[in-house]
């Protein structure tokens, strides 16, 4: 996927470059590849994160894989956790009857689905539940795992990101908009006829 630009954001304290991708003529995001930035970043993240959630009372964490999964683990280290849970989006054999809930993503072609291995229920059910992922866009991802979280009887208490791009996930999240914490946002890109990229907040 050649890159057409770059966008320089804040992620809480770390500043970073994120290459710009167009999905069309005349749409583009800039892309946030979490683990081709390092355990550093990820840790500082985490920690920064953590600090954001700490007047929660989280006891799990649970991430979408596979971009979710560096912060989750550095989410859950600096919350004093050492437990966590992943909603697989890849069909393994331990989650042949395990909870699913279909799920489209900005960047990710067509329908997949959420898949959760049955014998992991019983460390979200009843608790706390801090949903980890490392970007909020559409929403698609974020709200299917809202709702398998919440179907296992998971408490949902927030939504964790590294960062939120453009607006559409507020109407997508309606009132759980309110659970979300990020360490920062991030526009998407209009793309005219001679290709100028164009900053867009809202939806």
């Known amino acids: 996927m050649a890159h057409i630009g770059l966008h320089h954001t804040t992620i809480g304290s770390q500043g970073i470059d994120l290459p710009v991708v167009a999905l069309s003529e005349t749409l583009a995001i800039a892309l946030m590849i979490t683990v081709d930035h390092g355990v550093a970043f990820c840790a500082k993240a985490g920690t920064e994160l953590a600090a954001m959630l700490d007047d929660l009372e989280v006891e799990v964490v649970v991430t979408v894989a596979t971009m979710g999964i560096p ?9 004093g956790l050492d437990d ?5 989006k890849t069909p393994k054999i331990h989650l042949a009857d395990g909870e699913s809930e279909p799920v489209v993503s900005i960047t990710t072609a067509g329908e997949q689905r959420l898949l959760f291995d049955r014998e992991r229920i ?4 009843g608790r706390r539940v801090a949903i980890i992922d490392d970007v909020i ?4 991802s974020i709200t299917a795992a809202l709702r398998l979280v919440r179907r296992i009887g998971g408490l949902p208490v927030a939504l964790g990101c590294l960062l ?12 759980d908009a309110d659970l979300v914490r990020s360490l920062g946002e991030i526009p ?5 006829a001679d290709g100028e990229l164009s900053e ?3 939806g």
């Open 84 to 88: 966590y849970a992943i909603l697989h």
């Open 71 to 79: 912060l989750a683990i550095e989410t859950t280290r600096a919350l």
């Open 164 to 175: 939120t791009e453009g607006a559409t996930w507020r109407t997508a999240l309606g009132d």
């Open 137 to 140: 866009s559409t929403g698609g």
């Open 200 to 202: 867009v907040w809202e």
């Open 188 to 192: 998407v890109f209009d793309r005219s």
């Open 122 to 125: 019983r460390v979200v059910t």
